[in-house]
T-cell receptor, first 112, second 115 residues
């Protein structure tokens, strides 16, 4: 089945630093989505990407849909304490019964 | 708006016991999903329901059964719990099976421990 490799698995950064994480796949996806999971909660959608090469921002977050359609990255600028959580990428194949394939997550810790 | 509501939030079971995890959504979504989350393994699909009256297996269906009771509710049943089923379980919904386009809305999870 389809698999996503998400890296890094965990990050410890200082408040104010920028963060970058990415997902790669051996399969092509039609959609890339990025979710954030706060401690004790379910994942919440941050950004959705629909076209190869697309660059989309949501506040301090910027995500890109790779031109090969096999990868995506997420950048967070000027991190703040509330950025702490697990970030998941998800690849979507319209028409597939499985719909979304999730990466294993990046655990982000922001140090004061 | 409540979105996706899961009950219970926490549960401890003894090996061999059965239980049902409840999920309800109030967004008039057609498709619903059950995932389990284990450390370092992301979210793995257990079962999904494309629409009321249909259910299908996902990646890891063994040991589980589901019921799509109506459009709002989708329950997950463990008939004979095993320690390997210790996990966090998430229910999610999307407007249709084109959830890959819209994304899913997740509940806050059920943390299950089987001893």
């Amino acid at each position: 089945g389809q698999q996503l490799n998400q890296s890094p698995q965990s990050m410890f950064i200082q408040e104010g630093e920028d963060v970058s994480m990415n997902c790669t796949s051996s399969s092509i996806f039609n959609t890339w989505l990025w979710y954030k999971q706060d401690p004790g909660e379910g994942p919440v959608l941050l950004i959705a990407l629909y076209k190869a090469g697309e660059l989309t921002s949501n506040g301090r977050l910027t995500a890109q849909f790779g031109i090969t359609r096999k990868d995506s990255f997420l950048n967070i600028s000027a991190s703040i304490p509330s950025d702490v959580g697990i970030y998941f990428c998800a690849g979507g194949s319209s028409g597939s019964a499985r719909q979304l394939t999730f990466g294993s997550g990046t655990q982000l810790t922001v140090l004061p | 708006n409540a979105g996706v509501t899961q009950t219970p939030k926490f549960q401890v079971l003894k090996t061999g016991q059965s239980m049902t995890l409840q999920c309800a959504q109030d967004m008039n979504h057609n498709s619903m999903y059950w995932y389990r989350q284990d450390p370092g393994m992301g979210l793995r699909l257990i079962y999904y329901s494309a629409s009321e009256g249909t259910t299908d297996k996902g990646e890891v269906p063994n040991g589980y059964n589901v019921s799509r009771l109506n459009k709002r509710e989708f329950s997950l049943r463990l008939e004979s719990a095993a320690p390997s089923q210790t996990s966090v379980y998430f229910c999610a919904s999307s407007p249709s099976l084109q959830g890959a386009y819209y994304g899913y809305t997740f509940g806050s999870g059920t943390r299950l421990t089987v001893v």
